[in-house]
């Protein structure tokens, strides 16, 4: 009898299939994958497979980036109901007010958004390449959406521009507080604290490193240091453990879980395999805008 990972495999072969997982899905999930990375990565990622079908272990706006980016690929994802709820997190009169109001805007636009939102963007970032391409934005006036958290952590580290914030934000991220954080610290005072900038400012305030998943990876394997506090969801623990066996890795809390991420169980791969759907399909219309703001990123990333 097939193991649940033989199955995948197979499947994987007989569907001509690539399978792309982000570092918050379960790790059964990020050890049948192809690639496993941060939403910079998976996005340019996406444009290199020359597998027919995708499937994307990760939120809905994650496959919708990668559908974007391919339209003649078959996008699946194992559970359309994983969705980001910040994602939806920006009211549309509000864009069409602040470009009224202020003629040189860049409209900046955090992947973790919905293609029609894309579609009224200027350009798309990740929390790895946030800094980097609003730098290089000729615009002085910047309204970052959706996150709150990020647009102010960017803002911070830029301040010949002027930055207009919106009020999203991650549930995961912002119910890490500065008070759990100073505890867990005093408990392994020689920790590292490391946080993803969808903290708050707070938050932000006690780290020794701040990025995205890819970047705190990176930061703690490159690190001489042997303690580390996690700020971010736990799905990374999975590529931090792998990578660094000999150091110890903590969270702050227990509500560091993004429950959207972790409905996409090996399961539901084999299945979405199996009938390579559910399909992520974005009407052409709306594909043809909300490109754009992504293609630019990737350009100026
Ligand atoms: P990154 O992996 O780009 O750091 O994003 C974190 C996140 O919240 C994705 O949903
Ligand atoms: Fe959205 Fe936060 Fe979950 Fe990332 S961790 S998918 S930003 S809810």
Partial sequence: METLV????????????????????????QAVADYVGDSYYLSKV?????????CLCGVQFMGES????????RVIIPDANADCPMAHMVDLDRINKVRAEYEDVAVVCYINSTATLKQYA?????????????????NKTIYFIPDEHLGRYIAS???????????????????????????????????KVLVHPECKQEVLELADYIGSTSGIIAYATKSQEQEFLICTEMGVFYELNKKNPDKKFYSVGHRQFCPNMKLITLEKVI???????????????????????????????
């Fill in 6 to 29: 033989e199955q995948v495999e197979r499947l994987k072969r007989e569907r001509d299939a690539v399978i792309l997982a982000h570092y918050y899905v379960s790790d059964e999930v």
């Fill in 46 to 54: 996406a444009t290199t497979v020359n597998q027919k079908t995708i």
């Fill in 66 to 73: 990668a559908k974007l980016l391919n339209p003649e690929k």
């Fill in 122 to 138: 200027d350009v798309c970032v990740t929390s790895a390449n946030a800094k980097k391409v609003v730098e290089s934005l000729p």
């Fill in 157 to 191: 580290q830029l301040p010949e521009k002027q930055f207009i914030f919106n009020d999203g934000f991650c549930h995961v991220h912002t119910s890490i507080t500065a008070d759990a954080v100073k505890k867990a610290k005093e408990a392994r005072p020689k920790a």
């Fill in 271 to 301: 299945r979405c395999l199996q009938e390579e759907s559910p399909l992520i399909e974005i009407d052409e219309e709306k594909a043809k805008q909300a490109r754009i703001p992504l293609e630019r990123m990737l350009k100026l990333s």
